[in-house]
């Protein structure tokens, strides 16, 4: 997918650099880290073929990369059809704002439709007021309220 000056593929061998580097930006954003293991476990997901395995996509500007999509199928037992989760999205500082994000979300939903997935659906924190300003466009806030062990 392509518009304009932006470019959204599928991530590739080659992106380990730059995914890594936009990944490492993703987590400092929600104050976290993953161990070095979990950076190369995940890499090889990513370009695995799994049914259930993660799939993501990197965006670039101009020849360069600023944001990156992971996105998750799964079982349901809601549907016939499975769910998408759209797990981790992130766009530099520099390119939000200019539509990556949107982009990103777009390019699942496609991936989504294609495969005939019964509905794509993420999390964020609510105090991520920027990046809910763009959710609350694509898509419609269910009003769940998340509880983990």
């Not at 730059?18 to 190369?40: I, K, M, N, Q």
């Not at 998408?84 to 530099?92: G, I, M, N, P, R």
């Not at 777009?106 to 763009?134: F, I, K, M, P, S």
Request: glycine residues 6%; aromatic residues 12%.
């Amino acid at each position: 997918m392509a518009t304009s000056d932006v470019t959204i593929r599928r991530i590739e061998a080659a992106d380990e650099t730059e995914w890594r580097r936009l990944w490492t930006a993703y987590l400092e954003f929600y104050e976290t880290s993953v161990p070095e293991d979990v950076y190369r476990t995940t890499f090889a997901r990513l370009l695995g073929d799994g049914e259930f395995e993660p799939n993501g996509f990197i965006a670039s500007k101009n020849g360069s990369p600023v944001g990156l999509v992971h996105y998750i199928q799964h079982r349901t037992c809601w549907s016939q059809k499975n769910n998408c989760y759209l797990q981790d999205l992130y766009a530099d500082p520099d390119a939000r704002g200019t539509g990556i994000g949107r982009a990103l979300i777009e390019a699942v939903y496609e991936e989504a439709d294609r495969l005939g997935l019964a509905n794509v659906y993420w999390l964020t924190q609510e105090h991520n007021a920027t990046a809910r300003q763009l959710y609350d466009r694509v898509a419609r806030n269910t009003k769940y309220i998340r509880y983990m062990r």
